[in-house]
């Protein structure tokens, strides 16, 4: 039987995003159905009833949320590039960043971009985007995974992408060349990646969708 | 050469119970080193510099932070008794639990607790538990890992026996038998298995322990 794989989508999500690339990584086919979040699906209600957001995954009729728990699903079902490390440390220092940026800095940068730049909340959230710039000078490699991309990379598309998509939505400059050097190239080095600039939604449909989210449209 | 496991340690934290008692199921021999937290150790620091705390495993001379980072490294590098199930969408599951235990129902019942019973909070923290509840109906089996705990029960000791000692310190009794029947009796299996139980922190300390934290004392 030919795997069926389907996943519950809304292109303005990072944390679909993460999902999608990992597919496109590891070259799964897969149903792309995209929701309207104002009015969701019966499917996406009963695939997901904890949380009723998108990504969702589902696998030959196995629903799978949260994006991280479906990138690691992803990696451990189809071989081929690998997304973790192999090495039982070297994946826990992996997902151990995967959380910094989910539980730190996502939540920060939201804040700071919400908050007509209040100064307090933008420093703070450039002190978490701080910790992640020495780990980027520390490593000393392209990306978080070395050579090649790995789940840190794919937790951070949110900062590589978005970041300056809510930049441009708020006119807020979160992050600049000056401030975060191994950030904003590392940034570059991601997007312009292939398998990621091509799974990228456009750039100016995310900034309306962003000017009217953050209440600048 | 022989394992150096040390885990840097305090015992009113849940989270350290959580990487205590999976180094206990796999009968790993660590040295238990008691952090005194309003003056953490250089060592401490040193090894988790981004959060600053506890627990953090070393295993030789590699530190790891994140209690459930520290739970799926223990699983993978010492065998016997598994932690997480082998199937990956089994797995993908017990993390999608475990981190809804972290992302829902720990902070809505810690500021239940803290609340001095403000009954919106507590709802809140009920509708988390509510779901958790309809979890271990659903599912009919004795622990959320089934016959045996898995990595969801060991995240969920919070609920097993903090809970019940945030109820004696704090006043407040946000889980009862009668609103929450199936966790109260899982809670009770789960504390009296004889790994958990030879692992716990004697509850009187942690009373007095929690008395202060919530001002009670």
Not at 58 to 71: F, K, R, T
Not at 117 to 125: I, L, M, R, S
Not at 170 to 198: C, H, M, R, S
Request: with cysteine; glycine share 6%.
């Amino acid at each position: 039987m030919a795997d069926e794989v389907k996943l519950y989508a809304a292109a303005p999500s990072p944390y679909v995003f993460r999902a999608k690339l990992a597919l496109s990584i590891k070259g799964v086919k897969f149903e792309y159905i995209n929701e309207d979040l104002g009015n969701k699906s019966a499917e996406l209600l009963k695939y997901n009833p904890v949380h009723k957001k998108v990504p969702v995954l589902v696998h030959n009729g196995n629903a799978i949320s949260e994006s991280l728990v479906i990138v690691e699903y992803i990696d451990e079902v189809w071989k081929g590039v690998p997304i973790l490390p192999q090495d039982p440390y070297e994946k826990a220092i992996a997902r151990f960043w995967a959380k910094f940026i989910d539980d730190k800095c996502i939540p920060t940068a939201f804040k700071a971009f919400g908050s007509n730049g209040d100064e307090q909340v933008v420093t703070e959230a450039r002190e978490q985007l701080q910790i992640l710039e020495n780990e980027l000078k520390v490593k000393g490699t392209k990306f978080f995974g070395g050579d090649n991309i790995n789940l840190v990379d794919i937790a951070g598309s949110v900062i590589a992408y978005w970041v300056g998509i809510f930049q441009d939505a708020t006119g807020l400059e979160l992050i600049t060349k000056e401030k975060f050097p191994k950030i904003t190239v590392w940034a570059e080095d991601f997007v312009n990646l292939e398998v990621v600039n091509q799974a990228l939604p456009p750039r100016e449909d995310l900034v309306a969708f962003f000017k009217k989210m953050f209440g600048k449209a």
